[in-house]
């Protein structure tokens, strides 16, 4: 199976930040990288497809980038929205695997 | 508009059976490969099962493999997760979502039980 490590598990920032995130994969799963959002007691919501694809609808401060092992998202200004916990998702190979998340607070 | 909406839920003692159904409306369901999801209290997602959009290729996660069993009947738009011999850490929230890699809409979630 591909594990998924994301970095880090909790981050404190504050509104107007530059906030990035790091997905590993213990092996190249070229582009096959998604990232959602989730908030509390909410089903989770696709941000990023295909490694830097945004879906329909999310804002443009969103950015995703990387390929084969190395991924980012990134958050260019941070807002009171986007306090949630992000997790990254490989969907190359069965079984589909997920990163640990991380949580983004307020600082 | 897309809509999911999973029930079946329940609180349901250990080594018994629940059938979760995920009813579908708003796109063509028998066009899309669908997943479930699950997220213990507190703790992360962890994907449990995926299906084609036509039932012929279904994939099982290593924790429920044997025990659980996705299925779909695309005539009624439903997503079915058939769950055998439940443990206390099959206890979850359980998303059915839509997809054949990336899962861009999810329902809104099942809370499954397992308690003595």
């Known amino acids: 199976d591909i594990q998924m490590t994301q970095s880090p598990s909790t981050l404190s920032a504050s509104v107007g930040d530059r906030v990035t995130i790091s997905c590993r994969a213990s092996?190249?799963?070229?582009?096959?990288l998604a990232w959602y959002q989730q908030k509390p007691g909410k089903a989770p919501k696709l941000l990023i497809y295909r490694a830097s694809s945004l879906e329909s609808g999310v804002p443009s401060r969103f950015s995703g980038s990387g390929s084969g092992t190395e991924f980012t998202l990134t958050i260019s200004s941070l807002q009171p929205d986007d306090f949630a916990t992000y997790y990254c998702q490989q969907n190359d190979n069965y079984p589909l695997t997920f990163g640990g998340g991380t949580k983004v607070e307020i600082k | 508009q897309v809509q999911l909406v999973e029930s079946g839920g329940g609180v349901v003692q250990p080594g018994r059976s629940l059938r979760l159904s995920c009813a579908a409306s708003?796109?063509?369901?028998?066009?899309?490969?669908m997943h479930w999801v699950r997220q213990a209290p507190g703790k992360g997602l962890e994907w449990v099962a995926g299906l084609s959009y036509d039932g012929s290729n279904e994939y099982h996660g290593d924790s429920v493999k044997g025990r659980f069993t996705i299925s779909r009947d695309n005539s009624k738009n439903t997503l079915y997760l058939q769950m055998n011999s439940l443990r206390v850490e099959d206890t979850a929230v359980y998303y059915c979502?839509?997809?054949?890699?990336?899962?861009?809409?999810w329902g809104q979630g099942t809370l499954v039980t397992v308690a003595p």
């Open positions: 979502a839509r997809g054949s890699r990336e899962t861009d809409y």
């Open positions: 708003g796109f063509a369901f028998n066009s899309f490969a």
């Open positions: 092996q190249d799963i070229s582009n096959w």
